[in-house]
């Protein structure tokens, strides 16, 4: 099947570009242009994926609609664990409250 | 670019500014409590609903208790050192051991009646279903301290049952 990517291992192909011959002069800054974009090819896959991310953020952002509701979402999410993690420390603090009182009342309790 | 990083940390301000502002609101009584003199008199007035009179008298029953509390704390230390004292020198159940043992049982049930009708005054000065609540509360955490153990027996019996079917 023709996928239509060229073909690496084509000894036609590698003959005909051994034949060709390039004439008139190369735009300025070609060769640098050409090793900076084998060297983007190459770069790792997360310094990739840091650069889609930034891209789709920096793209989504801009959209009022989005920067809405990642401000809500925050907002929200915020209070959330600000209510919970209250609440977790207000339960601690009243149970710690219930034992100080007892060991205060209870003298056997007092001397452990 | 500028915008996209501007929108980024007002959200970052925003959720910062949400979570702090909702636990120190959330949290403010319990900093006042922890804050006075006494907190566990105040937790008392919290959780049985005291009002401003009844916390009055609790307080006062409260202060005027604590003395004899700490006398009996001086009095238990000082048992159980020669109790352990007696124990150290021997390995037989001597007349002195047993003799220190009825007076460490004996001062525990003077404790016991001391605390008992401590709880009943302040029971009596809350409204009665709250004392009724604080009495029940109170017995279960000092004179039923081997909950624990009531828990084991507990928990062996419904192995036992689990087992059986």
């Known amino acids: ?112 | 670019m500028i915008r996209s990083i501007t929108v980024l940390a007002a959200g970052l301000v925003v959720g910062v500014g949400a979570y702090l502002g909702l636990y120190f609101a959330g949290t403010s009584s319990r900093r006042e409590m922890l804050h006075s003199q006494t907190p566990e008199l105040l937790w008392l007035k919290n959780e049985f609903n005291l009002s401003d009179a009844e916390f009055e008298r609790v307080s006062r029953l409260h202060d005027g208790y604590l003395p004899q509390c700490t006398q009996m704390c001086a009095r238990i230390a000082a048992k159980d050192a020669e109790l352990k004292a007696l124990l150290s020198q021997t390995n037989v159940l001597t007349a002195e051991i047993e003799a220190k043992l009825t007076e460490a049982s004996q001062l525990r049930l003077e404790c016991q009646k001391n605390m008992l009708k401590h709880f009943y005054e302040v029971s009596r000065t809350m409204k009665p279903d709250q004392g009724k609540r604080y009495l029940a509360w109170v017995q279960e955490k000092t004179f039923l301290p081997d909950h624990g153990m009531a828990g084991e027996q507990e928990a062996g019996q419904v192995h036992e049952h689990a087992a059986e079917r």
């Open chain 1, 1 to 112: 099947m023709n996928t239509g990517k060229p073909d690496n291992n084509d000894e036609a192909l590698r003959q005909v570009l051994q034949r060709w011959e390039v004439k008139g002069p190369l735009p300025a800054g070609f060769s640098s242009e050409v090793w900076r974009r084998i060297e983007r090819t190459q770069r790792p896959q997360d310094q990739t994926a840091i650069h889609w991310l930034t891209n789709l953020l920096d793209h989504a952002l801009i959209k009022p609609s989005v920067a809405l509701t990642y401000l809500m979402a925050l907002l929200v999410g915020g209070s959330v664990l600000g209510w919970f993690q209250a609440q977790r420390d207000k339960s601690q603090t009243h149970e710690l409250l219930g034992q100080r009182y007892v060991q205060r009342i209870d003298p056997y309790q007092r001397t452990r």
